[in-house]
């Protein structure tokens, strides 16, 4: 693969679910818009860090790269590689490289099945055999995710959320996979992994305060849409989106005694339902800048002037350099237009 190809590469990526109603013929009567046109790449060895309230897409976003869910438009492309509607045939060499660790730990382990079983699984479906066997490298990847080999033969219910959520880490470690997507994950752990492994994540969460700390890049997502995507320190020190500028501004931070306090954004309202999104830019019903052409023209995410490259925003009014980082007295914002 070329130096200049990203690891995946994934455009215009959207999901609608389908909502069945009447009767006695059930049909289509709408659709929620989970994931509406994603653009992002995550390339080799990168950690790209996916940010947004709940219900935003995000997990959805993840389900679709891992091809658990099944994408209504767009394209995945992986090593340069359609990988969009591929068949379980031909996904099956992937399969390996992409691996998921799920929020839920303990829905997605087997209560049934050891630990030790549990972990290897994924070796016996993919006839693997490490040398030294299969017993030893299960016992390695549970002292690699901080976990005693000695609890090889222990079942998940005796452990902590924690604790199984390292086993999900181990079990995806198994294939010695070259991109992870993992949602709400053990942070800690998995900055260790990856510097030791040099894997990429696509890193899903809601806290961007836990982002900064793993991510070399973030994208900010808004009911089905990435709103902003920067490198890590240029988007928390100058957010252009609003959205993302609010975020931030719920961030606990050490200040100095003379430093005034950072604005604290209160958005008004909640979330709009994503089976009915508002027209133009989804943000405008909570945003204090909306005008009636936020309402008519949805924003392209392109990169905006005085943002650095690579740095792309959705917004017609972005917040100024000086305005978005400068710490500001504590104030609401004017209700949304």
Not at 48 to 74: M, W
Request: charged share 25%.
């Amino acid at each position: 693969m070329s130096s200049t190809t990203p690891l995946l590469d994934v455009s215009g990526l959207t999901k609608h679910f389908p909502i069945k109603g009447g009767f006695p013929i059930r049909r289509t009567v709408g659709h929620v818009q989970a994931v509406d046109g994603l653009d992002f790449q995550v390339n080799e060895s990168e950690s790209l860090g996916l940010v947004g309230e709940s219900g935003c897409g995000k997990s959805t976003t993840g389900r679709l790269i891992t091809r658990l869910l099944e994408p209504t438009a767009g394209k995945i492309s992986y090593q340069g590689k359609d990988i969009t509607h591929a068949s379980r045939k031909d996904l099956a060499p992937v399969r390996s490289e992409i691996q998921m660790i799920f929020q839920d730990p303990y829905a997605s382990l087997n209560p049934r099945h050891t630990v030790g079983k549990i972990i290897a699984g994924p070796m016996e479906i993919n006839d693997i055999n490490p040398a030294g066997g299969r017993e030893k490298r299960v016992r390695e990847l549970l002292e690699i995710v901080g976990l005693n080999p000695e609890h090889y033969n222990r079942f998940p219910h005796e452990f902590s959320g924690g604790q199984r959520q390292r086993i999900g880490v181990a079990r995806a470690l198994a294939l010695d996979p070259k991109l992870i997507v993992a949602d709400e994950p053990v942070s800690a752990l998995l900055q260790k992994v990856q510097q030791e492994l040099g894997i990429a994540f696509l890193f899903i969460a809601h806290d961007l305060a836990v982002v900064r700390h793993f991510s070399q890049r973030v994208a900010v997502m808004y009911l089905g849409k990435i709103v902003e995507i920067a490198d890590r320190d240029d988007l928390y020190g100058n957010p252009r989106h609003p959205y993302t500028r609010a975020l931030l501004s719920a961030v606990p931070e050490a200040t100095v005694d003379e430093t005034p306090p950072r604005e604290r954004i209160r958005l008004q309202g909640d979330v709009p339902s994503p089976i009915n999104p508002p027209s133009g830019c989804r943000f405008r019903t909570r945003c204090w800048k909306a005008t009636e052409k936020c309402a008519t023209e949805a924003p392209p995410l392109v990169q905006v002037e005085g943002n650095k490259p690579g740095h792309l925003t959705a917004c017609h009014y972005p917040e100024t350099a000086e305005v978005a980082s400068a710490p500001r007295l504590a104030k609401d914002p004017e209700p949304a237009a």
